[in-house]
T-cell receptor, first 115, second 115 residues
Framework: DSGVTQTPKHLITATGQRVTLRCSPR?????VYWYQQSLDQGLQFLIQ???????AKGNILERFSAQQFPDLHSELNLSSLELGDSALYFC??????????????FGSGTRLTVV | AQTVTQSQPEMSVQEAETVTLSCTYD???????LFWYKQPPSRQMILVIR??????QNATENRFSVNFQKAAKSFSLKISDSQLGDAAMYFC????????????FGKGTRLHILP
């Protein structure tokens, strides 16, 4: 158990629907990152939140949005789903600060299948 | 923008042999961190090894070591005494120490271990 919890582990939904992926970061980590990994592809950065505020944005579609709540858990909302949104969605958390050389701690991912 | 390139989509190595995975990156920054992550069939992302750019000494973790060439912007991973459990996708990754702290991943190298 990495300490980063993602739910649900698997999700199957139809095109046009909306889903919410949830992430609880490791205790003490203020920063949460969301990544998308399509089949046999690398990880694409979507968005980062730090202590409730958006800190960095990647190539996140307008149909996607995220937020981080006061208890530091984060949710990634995906709407108007398309077949191409099928992917593994990872959440990661880390300590943030100058001089820190830690990589992220990843959750086990949510496998989204759009049919 | 920073980029990470892994030029070997797939590699194979005989069990107990040594294999080297290549990675190059592009950045104009002088302070950053480099990582190798392993993704086994379980899809969990596991940090294998990390390197601080300001350190000349190459990082080592048991059977895993890196060859960090800062001037050449090269960061290869050497796996000694390969084991069946090393079979996985390996991602090279970059994290700035100067700007935002998202991690940028390469597209990965799939490593097969031959018994």
């Amino acid at each position: 158990d990495s300490g980063v919890t993602q739910t649900p582990k698997h999700l199957i939904t139809a095109t046009g629907q909306r889903v919410t992926l949830r992430c609880s970061p490791r205790s003490g980590d203020l920063s949460v990152y969301w990544y998308q990994q399509s089949l046999d592809q690398g990880l694409q950065f979507l968005i980062q939140y730090y202590n409730g505020e958006e800190r960095a944005k990647g190539n996140i579609l307008e149909r996607f949005s995220a937020q981080q709540f006061p208890d530091l858990h984060s949710e990634l909302n995906l709407s108007s789903l398309e077949l191409g949104d099928s992917a593994l969605y990872f959440c990661a958390s880390s300590v943030v600060g100058q001089g820190l050389n830690y990589g992220y701690t990843f959750g086990s991912g949510t496998r989204l299948t759009v049919v | 923008a920073q980029t990470v390139t892994q030029s070997q989509p797939e590699m194979s190595v005989q069990e107990a042999e040594t294999v080297t995975l290549s990675c190059t990156y592009d950045t104009s920054e002088s302070d950053y961190y480099l990582f190798w992550y392993k993704q086994p069939p379980s899809r969990q992302m596991i940090l294998v090894i990390r390197q601080e750019a300001y350190k000349q000494q190459n990082a080592t973790e048991n059977r895993f070591s890196v060859n960090f060439q800062k001037a050449a912007k090269s960061f290869s991973l050497k796996i000694s005494d390969s084991q069946l459990g090393d079979a996985a996708m390996y991602f090279c990754a970059y994290r700035s120490a100067e700007g935002d702290d998202k991690i940028i991943f390469g597209k990965g190298t799939r490593l097969h271990i031959l018994p």
